[in-house]
């Protein structure tokens, strides 16, 4: 005979777990609304309290009088104006001071706390004990309360904050001893939590601070800056004395970005981003194009060929999305030639004495995501590497407003060339990466603890120089991906340019003249130092398809030429 089984509210644990948590809710609810009331009648009590204990006290020949004096004051309140009124209030203060919580303020860590302190404490000793000490601060068995200055814990009982002392003698200068006392400190005090250590030499003091996670709902919006700052994501509050103002749907608050700022007098004219894949790379590229598009036109090399920059192709100010081989070849060799044209241009502005043109002042970017992938491809085909076409903008772009970004993975990042390395002097690293992998990259390690797993677009940032800061780049996915949010695709699809018409859509004006053309200033001669092949002032990136000098057709400012015609 089958046993029959217990009834469901026996067994599910859910609905009791559940149960529980409504009536702990419930109760601290009422503890909150109801807690004026217990503090009055608490403190009514013990006012009776003490007056029974004083009427007990009075001697029998003394409570006639004091019952009479009791008397004439309560008559004396009945009858005073608004005597009734203020005599109640009088009472209620004194309920309320006599029944507040007078329990003692808890001094000093708790048991489980303190466990925690000398468990870290024994931790340090090996590291911070010295032999032939006459008083030695860190010492089996020896106390920790004179190493550990301050100290602060979170809800769950682990180290918020601490602060320490170690002896003069220990070799803060040295990198090597100075990470083996942070591992420790990391192991000790939680993984999966990311700290910040800052050591004062000077004190011989360390101080440990957890850092809460940098924020990843800020979106791709208009950030307030000026011509020449770009926003490259968003850093903690004491790295940066800034804040920029950020908006989700109607709420609006203040974060503190990490600002580059590029131009002609910038000290870091061109960046470089490394990272792992899906780490937010392209994510960065994409949100340096939309902030660039407003002050700016931007060339973009899709080495990767994943068409995750598909949104911007067509786009007012975007002069191209390239990413085959022979189009990359064309695009960056009208960049160098653009750049060379804008050095001498604004050469010749200087000697005349007249302002610089317009068009060699506009900012040109040229974003380059995984160029060692059109490498492999340029070396496959036997064409020429498109990173040599990088060499004259990245080496002349900071004169000529021209500004490069380059974007790789760390598997790729040994095929790099020269040039891209050497000008690059800002420089981002994403997702996870050991702390040698970031100070190999960025010069310098960072003053925490990167964790193991990190969500898209979290990394860290130095610009030349400076301090290695957090960052976190603004959300800015492909808006034609299915995988992205609808409230995501708006934000993103907001900030692109309309659209311009194709070409294909233009109406033809008249024949095309199949011969070669040269570019005369208005005064129908040559300008000085100016070929024949040398293109016209706010021309234009040849066409994608371009096939070069032996064959086909290359389209240079509107007018198509044979390779090999006669002029």
């Not at 006639?64 to 004439?72: E, N």
């Not at 004491?238 to 749907?249: A, N």
């Not at 016209?536 to 090999?564: E, N, S």
Request: charged share 20%; proline share 9%.
């Amino acid at each position: 005979m089958a046993r029959r089984p217990l009834p469901r509210i026996l067994t599910d644990r859910a609905p009791l777990t559940r149960g529980r948590e409504l009536a702990r809710t419930a109760a601290d609810g009422a503890g909150d609304i109801f807690h004026p009331l217990l503090t009055l009648s608490r403190g009514l009590r013990r006012l009776a309290v003490s007056a029974g204990q004083r009427w007990r006290a009075t001697p029998q020949e003394r409570r006639a009088p004091v019952c009479f004096l009791s008397g004439a004051c309560i008559l004396a309140v009945a009858l005073a104006p608004y005597g009734p009124l203020l005599g109640l209030l009088a009472v209620m203060g004194a309920a309320a001071w006599a029944g507040r919580d007078r329990s003692p303020a808890p001094s000093g860590p708790g048991e489980a706390e303190s466990a925690r302190l000398r468990a870290l404490y024994e931790a340090l000793v090996p590291y911070f004990a010295g032999d032939g000490d006459p008083e030695p601060l860190y010492a089996y068995g020896g106390d920790w309360a004179a190493a550990f200055e301050a100290y602060t814990f979170d809800d769950d009982g682990r180290i918020a904050q601490l602060h320490l002392r170690y002896p003069a003698y220990f070799t803060d200068g040295e990198p090597a001893a100075r990470a083996r006392i942070e591992q420790v400190l990391h192991a000790k005090s939680g993984r999966g939590r990311e700290y910040r250590f800052d050591w004062d030499e000077e004190a011989n003091t360390l101080t440990l601070t957890v850092l809460e996670a940098l924020p990843t709902d800020i979106v791709a919006q208009r950030f307030v800056t000026a011509p020449g700052e770009t926003v490259l994501g968003f850093t903690d509050p004491e790295s940066v004395q800034r804040t920029l103002p950020v908006t989700d749907g109607d709420v609006t608050w203040d974060e503190p970005p990490v600002v580059w700022r590029t131009g002609s007098r910038s000290s870091e004219p061109h960046l470089l981003v490394l990272g792992q894949p899906g780490s937010g790379t392209t994510t960065l590229l994409r949100s340096l194009a939309l902030q660039a598009l407003l002050h700016g036109d931007v060339l973009i090399i899709d080495g990767g060929g994943t068409g995750e920059f598909g949104a911007l192709a067509g786009r007012a100010g975007v002069l191209g999305v390239e990413s085959g081989p022979s189009g990359a070849l064309a695009t960056l060799a009208w960049a160098a030639q653009e750049t060379e044209r804008r050095l001498l241009v604004a050469s010749r502005a200087r000697q005349a004495g007249e302002p610089a043109p317009d068009d060699t002042r506009r900012p040109l970017w040229i974003l380059a995501d995984r160029p060692t992938a059109l490498t492999h491809l340029a070396a496959a085909e036997g064409r020429d590497d498109p990173q040599r076409l990088l060499q004259v903008p990245l080496r002349h772009g900071r004169a000529a407003q021209v500004t490069v970004v380059v974007a790789e993975q760390f598997d790729s990042a040994d095929l790099l060339s020269e040039p891209v390395r050497a000008h690059t002097r800002a420089r981002v690293v994403l997702g996870s990466a050991t702390p040698d992998e970031v100070g190999a990259v960025l010069g310098a390690e960072p003053h925490t603890t990167p964790t193991p797993v990190v969500p898209p677009g979290r990394g860290y940032a130095r610009l030349g120089t400076g301090p290695v800061l957090r960052l976190q780049v603004p959300a800015t996915p492909d808006p034609y991906d299915e995988a992205t949010g609808e409230a995501l695709r708006r934000a993103v699809l907001a900030l692109l340019p309309e659209r311009t018409v194709p070409a294909g859509e233009r109406p033809a004006a008249g024949p095309v003249r199949m011969t070669k053309t040269f570019a005369t200033p208005s005064t129908g001669q040559e300008a000085p130092g100016r070929t024949a092949e040398e293109p016209a002032q706010g021309a234009g990136p040849p066409a994608a398809d371009a096939t070069g000098p032996t064959g086909g057709a290359i389209t240079v400012h509107g007018t198509v030429r044979a390779a090999g015609a006669e002029g």
